[in-house]
């Protein structure tokens, strides 16, 4: 069990963390304000985002299935002093409604567009974790002209798949039946085995919050998604910050897209925002360094 004593030193690590990342990338952690805000999707479900900072290209950093728009907490105080920071909790995730009836990848993509045109971003580059890299790269698609890239983190190891009925009807039982065994037993595949006992349980407890029904509807959403086709359609860059924990086919993905490059953090899970973010905001301040060339 986490000590008191254990909390307050991951609190100060993370404060000199976020230190040292606003130092490289513009802003002081301590003096930012995250302000909570909300809109509409096309659909009328209501969209709650965090946003802070101003100066484009805005950063918008969209979070994995399960999770919510505060994993990011730390990249909105470490890049808001150069640029506006958005971060939406996607629908029957966080905060954001739920009473919808169509889910899938393009309806998320749309909802993200919505955020995008209610903060009249004119340019941006778009961070997405795991599912959020799919998300990321629908929203992109409906915004030509406005991204200047596309950034997966922990995701697109492989951009040529389709997600089968079966696979998703399969995860949807399992979280339907069991939400919590579930829960765990994903975890356990995305953080090494060493991994911050503290972290993974923190990580673990944030995603319990995702209401079951919501969970399923998620899963169920992914059937039949295209993600090559969708990649092939992709005029911005696209590019990756992923972990090691499962392998990331750099030629292989630019076959598709051969603009594709990804980054490779040594002996690092599926959130690397959590686990190591004075090195990830590093990479992330380099990825836009780069895209906005």
């Not at 997966?152 to 798949?161: E, L, M």
């Not at 349980?201 to 319990?208: I, L």
């Not at 910050?241 to 490779?264: C, H, M, Q, S, W």
Request: glycine share 12%; with cysteine; hydrophobic share 45%.
């Amino acid at each position: 069990m986490e000590t008191q004593k254990s909390r307050a030193a991951i609190g100060a690590l993370a404060i000199l963390a976020l230190a040292a990342a606003a130092g490289a990338c513009g802003g002081d952690p301590m003096t930012i304000t995250i302000e909570r805000k909300t809109c509409r999707a096309a659909d009328g479900v209501d969209l709650v985002y965090s946003v802070a900072g101003a100066g484009e290209p805005a950063l918008v950093f969209i979070h994995g299935g399960l999770a919510n728009r505060g994993f990011y907490d730390g990249q909105i105080k470490a890049f808001a002093g150069r640029h506006r920071v958005i971060a939406p909790d996607l629908p029957g995730h966080g905060e954001s409604g739920s009473n919808r009836t169509k889910w899938g990848i393009p309806e998320f993509g749309a909802d993200v567009k919505a955020v995008l045109d209610a903060e009249k971003v004119r340019k941006f580059i778009i961070f997405g974790n795991s599912l959020g890299g799919p998300v990321a790269l629908e929203a992109a698609l409906l915004c030509p002209g406005r991204v200047l890239g596309v950034v997966g983190v922990d995701t697109f190891q492989q951009v040529d798949f389709v997600m089968t009925g079966e696979e998703v009807r399969e995860r949807a039982r399992a979280f339907g039946d069991a939400y919590a065994t579930a829960l765990n037993e994903m975890i356990g595949l995305l953080f090494h085995k060493d991994a911050d006992p503290a972290l993974v349980a923190d990580a673990e407890k944030r995603m319990g919050g995702t209401p079951p029904e919501a969970a399923r509807a998620m899963f169920l959403g992914m059937a039949g998604y295209d993600h090559g086709a969708s990649v092939r359609r992709l005029a911005a860059p696209l590019r990756a910050i992923n972990g090691d924990l499962y392998p990331t086919d750099i030629e292989g993905n630019r076959k598709l897209k051969p603009d594709f490059d990804a980054v490779i953090m040594t002996h690092m899970g599926h959130y690397p925002m959590l686990e190591r973010p004075e090195e990830f905001n590093r990479l992330v301040a380099e990825m836009v360094a780069g895209l906005m060339k």
